[in-house]
């Protein structure tokens, strides 16, 4: 008797909520329903007073009723629920959206490729190589042997060797391409390698440890390539930089890769060569080394001694990046300070 009771109550009960269209239709549905006074409440408490054979066929009728009820109760919830979210988002399709956040590329980044822009225009190509740099490749390549006195002009963040054969280095100078590049090239070339480079010293308005350089290297054969060449490329270069005559002095220098070597100043932009804290008042900023590629290093990469001549010129990107922006203190670009990497 209570089995077509209860399967009456099941029937009833699970069409009634699969039609509930509202909460407050749903709650009297429970209550009627699921309830601990609904019908079916009342059938589970009374299961205590049956008879141990009653009980056995009656009880787990009655709780599967209760359970499948419970699940319809909840599915109609659910169900409710998502109708009514779905009918209050009114969505505007006309209110403008909030912007995100867009980044832009870093001044030196784009200095970088302004660079490149300029000298693909004079038909060179971009070379790169690693930061960690094998010291044969930064130093030993470039004429520059363990003992020699040259090894200190950079100070060197050398790397833990940790096992390795070869010492490394945090690279001290853009060179360390140079051999790297003409050991799977064959002259005649001419190519850029923009990259940061490290050095171990103290800071200040015009020195930083992290900044970056180009390189400049154009070989062909003996004869071919000579110092008016490199003025001309560089007089050429600043020229489109600037957008104006920018005035350049040489110096004679010392590289142990170049040979002769140069020092190239540019007259100092910020203060109109009159003399400020960057340019240490001097009027003259200087810009990088230069020279004639020095044969050690053509052999160092397999060349034949005296076949190629070339120049070669390591310049100071980051110090271009100044003058351009007008920025006295070189450590505002590898800071980090995002106030000032907005400006641009
Ligand atoms: C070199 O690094 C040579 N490799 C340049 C070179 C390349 C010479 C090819 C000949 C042939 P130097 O240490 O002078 O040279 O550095 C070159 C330029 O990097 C400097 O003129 C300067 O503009 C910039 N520079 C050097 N040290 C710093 C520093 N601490 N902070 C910012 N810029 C620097």
Not at 20 to 33: C, G, I, M, N, Q
Not at 90 to 101: C, K, N, W, Y
Not at 230 to 257: I, Q
Not at 309 to 327: C, D, H, N, S, V
Request: charged share 25%; aromatic share 10%.
């Amino acid at each position: 008797m209570h089995g077509k009771r209860i399967a009456e109550i099941m029937e009833r009960g699970m069409r009634a909520f699969s039609e509930a269209e509202d909460e407050s239709v749903l709650l009297a549905l429970e209550t009627e329903y699921t309830g601990r006074k609904s019908a079916l409440g009342e059938i589970l408490k009374g299961l205590k007073d049956l008879s141990p054979e009653e009980k056995k066929e009656v009880g787990p009728i009655a709780n599967e009723a209760r359970l499948a009820l419970g699940r319809a109760a909840s599915a109609a919830r659910t169900r409710i629920e998502t109708r009514k979210l779905a009918e209050d988002e009114r969505f505007d399709v006309t209110i403008p959206g909030s912007a995100a956040p867009l980044g832009h590329l870093h001044p030196i980044t784009r200095l970088s490729h302004e660079i490149e822009d300029i000298f693909a225009g004079m038909g060179f190509s971009i070379a790169d190589g690693p930061e960690a740099e094998t010291e044969f490749y930064n130093f030993d390549a470039l004429n520059v042997p363990a003992d020699h006195p040259a090894r200190d002009m950079q100070d060197t963040f050398w790397l833990k060797q940790d096992g390795l054969d070869e010492k490394y280095v945090l690279r001290t100078h853009t060179s360390s391409v140079q051999v790297r590049y003409m050991e799977s090239h064959v002259p005649p070339f001419r190519i850029v390698i923009p990259g940061r480079i490290f050095r171990n010293e103290a800071t200040d308005a015009s020195h930083e440890h992290t900044f970056h350089q180009f390189e400049c290297l154009m070989v062909d054969e003996a004869g071919s390539v000579t110092v008016a060449h490199f003025k001309h490329t560089a007089e050429t270069f600043f020229r489109e930089f600037f957008g104006r005559d920018v005035e350049v002095r040489l110096r004679p220098s010392f590289f142990p890769f170049t040979e002769p070597s140069f020092e190239f100043d540019i007259s100092c932009i910020l203060c109109d060569a009159k003399g400020c804290p960057v340019c240490k008042k001097s009027g003259w900023l200087e810009i990088g080394g230069a020279g004639m590629v020095h044969q050690n290093v053509f052999t160092a990469a397999g060349y034949e001694e005296g076949k190629y001549q070339g120049f070669a010129w390591g310049f100071g990107l980051t110090r271009l990046a100044m003058m351009k922006y007008r920025i006295p203190d070189i450590r505002l670009f590898m800071g980090g300070d995002v106030r000032f990497i907005r400006q641009f």
